[in-house]
C-alpha cells in the first residue's frame, strides 16, 4: 500500500510542469473590439441601440501559480471609442487558468466594471480565453468578455436604461514567475 501512494506521489511530482507555488506577474496590453448594447424604456416605450466599441486595454495580473494552476485578480482599463465617443472602462477580474507547456486555458469571473464619470452602478460579467507562450516572458493572448450592467431606474420617471457590452481582445502580456 505504501509503495502504491509512493509511485502515485512520485507521478504526480514528475508529470506536474511546477512542483511548488510562485508569485507570478503578467502586464498585458492589447486591443479590444466589440458591441455596446444600450436600451432606455421610457413609458413603455423601448428604444435600443448597438454600437461599434474599440480601443486599447492595459494592465496587469498578480497571483499564485501551482503545478500548472494560476489563481489571482486581473485589472484592466479599456480606452474604447465608442459611437465617436471615448469611454473608460475599469474591469477587475477573479482569475483561475492552466497553463500547459505553450499555452494557458483560463476564465474569469468580471465583478466590477466601471464606467467612468457614469451614473451605472458597476457591471459584472465573465471572460475566458487561451494564451499562447512565444517566449519565456511574451505571451499572446485571444480571450471574450461579456459583461452586463445592473438596470438604471431614474428617479420621479417611467424611464430605465440597460447597457451591456461583448467582444473579443488580443493581448500581449509580460509573464514573470517569481
Given at each position: 500500500?505504501k ?21 507570478y ?21 423601448i ?45 477587475w ?31 459584472t460579467?465573465?471572460k475566458?480565453?487561451?494564451?499562447f507562450?512565444m ?29 451591456e ?14
Amino acid at each position: 500500500m505504501k509503495s502504491v501512494l509512493f509511485l502515485m506521489s512520485l507521478f504526480v511530482v514528475l508529470t506536474s510542469p511546477r512542483a511548488n507555488a510562485l508569485v507570478y506577474v503578467e502586464p498585458s496590453l492589447g486591443y479590444f473590439n466589440g458591441t455596446y448594447k444600450f436600451e432606455q424604456n421610457f413609458q413603455g416605450d423601448i428604444d435600443r441601440d448597438a454600437f461599434t466599441s474599440s480601443g486599447l486595454s492595459y494592465g496587469g495580473r498578480l497571483g499564485l501559480s501551482w503545478f500548472g494552476w494560476q489563481l489571482g485578480p486581473e485589472y484592466l482599463r479599456n480606452n474604447l471609442i465608442l459611437d465617436g465617443d471615448s469611454v473608460n472602462i475599469n474591469e477587475w477580474t477573479a482569475m483561475l487558468g492552466y497553463r500547459l507547456v505553450f499555452f494557458r486555458l483560463y476564465g474569469g469571473y468580471i465583478y466590477k466594471a466601471e464606467i467612468q464619470n457614469s451614473k451605472y452602478d458597476p457591471g459584472t460579467g465573465y471572460k475566458f480565453g487561451l494564451t499562447f507562450y512565444m517566449y519565456r516572458h511574451m505571451a499572446l493572448n485571444l480571450e471574450y468578455r461579456y459583461v452586463k450592467y445592473k438596470t438604471y431606474d431614474v428617479p420621479g420617471f417611467d424611464l430605465t436604461y440597460k447597457n451591456e457590452y461583448a467582444g473579443y481582445a488580443l493581448m500581449l502580456s509580460f509573464p514573470f514567475e517569481m
